[in-house]
């Protein structure tokens, strides 16, 4: 939105904090009766539950390339001094 992207890790905190506290929330408004307000509430928790999840399958794979990317930086290294030799 500014031109800098919010890390995975505190989007995958944001929702799922969100997500406890809609599912607590759909707790309490079941509990005193009231469905719509669950249900609402309900929804939400579980948006942000697969929010969470994906920003955690994000994290995973921006791990995993910045690995890919730190063994071919190693191997050219590597090629680099043989070809010194």
């Known amino acids: 939105m500014f031109g800098r992207r919010v ?11 969100l ?12 509990s005193r009766g009231s469905l719509i307000w669950g249900a609402l509430a309900g929804v939400l928790a ?13 994290a995973q794979e921006r791990r995993r390339q910045e690995q890919v990317r730190a063994q071919e930086e190693a191997q050219r290294d ?7 030799r």
Do not use: I, K
Request: glycine residues 4%.
């Open 7 to 17: 890390p995975p890790h505190v989007v995958f905190a944001g929702s799922l904090l």
């Open 19 to 30: 997500a406890l506290a809609c599912a607590a929330l759909a707790f309490v408004a079941f």
């Open 46 to 58: 579980v948006w942000f539950t697969v929010d969470a999840v994906r920003s955690y399958g994000w």
């Open 78 to 84: 590597a090629d680099r001094a043989a070809r010194r």
